[in-house]
């Protein structure tokens, strides 16, 4: 059984050549720096249409991971990526205790591999589970009670209930949340829309069939509007208030990379290139992009210059450490969550009157060397199996990256001029779910003790 949330060193060369960028080698790699100066520089958007993955390129970070996950062609969420659904949902109040439960679902789990394997036998099939799947309906029944308290409190009757959802994986929430307001509060769901906006052509049909296929739900249809483009190729201005969901859809987006200079503390960033042979080297530039130099700039104003860095901060310590032999002259790598700070422009820009609602996990296990970094992990042979670098063939890992939710606080706030509330996925339970639908008979609650690395972020 798989799941996601459960789940380099080197020495920089010295700069010695005119531009002053660093190759990062391993210590005997080879001397790209002709390529490096030669080869063009792309975008992810560049390489949208392209069919083969590119060789004799260079790009930055962020554009790597965007198009190793999001090419259309051969990107990951491209491929037939696969959320588990348990089928009929668990009825927790039989269960005798936690264990059984665990049980019960890596039972359900073979099962659902063992029938799609009999249809078509794959081993490299990318299945995950989320929360919405494991305690459906009792996990978006907690999200329709959030939201309809605070639409009747502030926004009623001068508003209609309006949801927009950022990747709704099989639509299970979407259906759990119109069925909970219909069968609750008639009243709200006659004024209720619910919008979700797709990345995958794939994942937005299942959605669609989703919605017509549950007898239960078909009375939805006119209520949802399924919308299959990125959230960053948003461009219609939605001026009404309006909440927006974004439950495990932070941890896919890209990030750049740094790493500092040791003596100066000076950030340098980083670019990918890829060989004729299509190898992966990684080169730091002295001078950062505008985008990530917005993020550095945005981050320091936010928190006043309370964030942590990959060095200590001591120069007497980084002085020792520098001495020693074959040691290196940049620090580790820190990750930044530059497209996580565009989303934020996109709210500002388009959703005036949002508020949102976002949940994604503050630690993953099993991460790479580095801080703020991501878990890159495929899965062979119904096992998850993690790798120690973002460097790897385009479209078969799914790269995945926690969230600092002080700073992603602090940042949104300062983007958007909103004033935000964060707890753990426990708190956020206990505030909203009816935990006895959750409990086995020993007392046990899954909802509560699973997914202790997740936490929740309202804007209040
Ligand atoms: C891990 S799944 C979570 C699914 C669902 N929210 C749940 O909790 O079950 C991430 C979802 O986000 C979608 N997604 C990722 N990046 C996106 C983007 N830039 N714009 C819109 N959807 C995106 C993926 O296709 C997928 O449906």
Redesign the pocket.
Known sequence: MAS?PTIRGARAAPAKNESNWQQRTELFSLDLSDEYKTYPMVTANDLRGRRERPRKVKMLMRDFIEDSLYNPHYGY?SKQVV?FSPGEPFNFNTLPDEPTFHAQMGQRYTEFEDALDAKKHDDTRQL?H?P??LFRPYYGEAIARYLMSNYIMSLYPRHDLIIYE?????G??MLNILDYIRDVEPWVYERTKYKI????PA?AEMQSAQLLSTAASRGHADKVEIINK???DWDQRVPSPCFFLA???FD?FAHDVVRYDLKTEEPLQGVVLIDEQGDFYEFYEPTLDPVAARYVRVRHAATQGRYPAPYSSSRTMRWLKGAMPFAPNLSEPEYLPTRLMQFFDILEKYFPAHRLLTSDFHTLPDAIKGLNSPVVQTRFERRMVPVTTPLVHQGYFDILFPTDFRIMEAVYGAITGKLTRTMSHEHFMKSWAYVEDTETRSGENPLLSWYKNASVMVTV
Request: net charge negative; aromatic share 12%.
């Open positions: 996601r969420f959320i995950w989320t919405t799947e950022m990747g709704a994986g099989r299970t929430l906006i797709e990345i995958s994942l990125s959230i960053f439950m495990e859809v896919n």
